[in-house]
């Protein structure tokens, strides 16, 4: 029984496309209308975005596997490509997503181990994340593991505004 993390690089693209196409859907499609779902899985997903993200200098994603199978991603950000003007101290995960057969068995704490490991060595101070109000499940699921609520902002799902709220974890 291994897990093994995996950066991923250009070639990775149509996996990434669709495990961020389930995931969200997963995770995001019983809280919201068809048309705004759409709207923002086309905005979000295209290839072409994908490309561009997965090309930034900036950016860095990772598959997380389980004896082979494929059980989640990480997106984390660090200065300009951070979504909020946090800082060249800060490092934002901006997609922590695991795929449902996968969740409650501690992958999602080993990719918040990863990203606080990548910090570190980049000597950043500040890890954060935004995470829609209505789901609550990530939110527990962060204060559990130490971030707490610094600031929300708005966010467009296809046409309709929601909070994210925003939360944070001071490295030592
Ligand atoms: C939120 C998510 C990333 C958590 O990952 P996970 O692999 O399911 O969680 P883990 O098994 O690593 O849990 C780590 C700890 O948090 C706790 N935890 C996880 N989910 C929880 C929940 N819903 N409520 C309370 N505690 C929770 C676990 O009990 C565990 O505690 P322990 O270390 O004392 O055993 C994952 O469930 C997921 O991908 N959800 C759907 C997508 C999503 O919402 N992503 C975040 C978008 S901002």
Redesign the pocket.
């Known amino acids: 029984m291994t897990v093994k993390i995996k950066k991923c690089n250009r070639d990775d693209l149509q996996i990434l496309q669709e495990i961020s196409i389930e995931?969200f859907n997963?995770?995001f499609k019983n809280q919201n209308s068809p048309e705004n779902m759409k709207a923002y899985l086309e905005r979000a997903f295209n290839s072409n975005q994908l490309e561009k993200e997965l090309s930034n200098i900036s950016s860095e994603f990772f598959f997380i596997c389980f004896n082979k199978e494929l059980a989640?991603y990480l997106k984390v950000n660090i200065n300009d490509a951070q979504s909020e003007k946090m800082g060249d101290e800060s490092l934002e995960i901006e997609?922590?997503?695991?795929?449902y057969k996968?969740?409650?068995?501690?992958?999602?704490?080993?990719?918040?181990n990863k990203a606080m490991e990548i910090a570190l060595r980049q000597n950043k101070k500040i890890i954060w994340?935004?995470?829609?109000e209505k789901?609550?499940?990530?939110i527990?699921?962060y204060k559990?593991?130490g971030f707490v609520q610094t600031e929300a902002h708005s966010f467009y799902l296809g046409d309709e505004e929601q909070i994210d709220v925003i939360m944070s974890k001071t490295l030592v």
């Open positions: 995931t997963d995770t989640g997609r922590i997503y695991i795929r996968f969740q409650r068995k501690g992958f999602g704490k080993y990719l918040i994340l935004g995470v829609w789901n609550k499940k990530a527990d699921f559990k593991i």
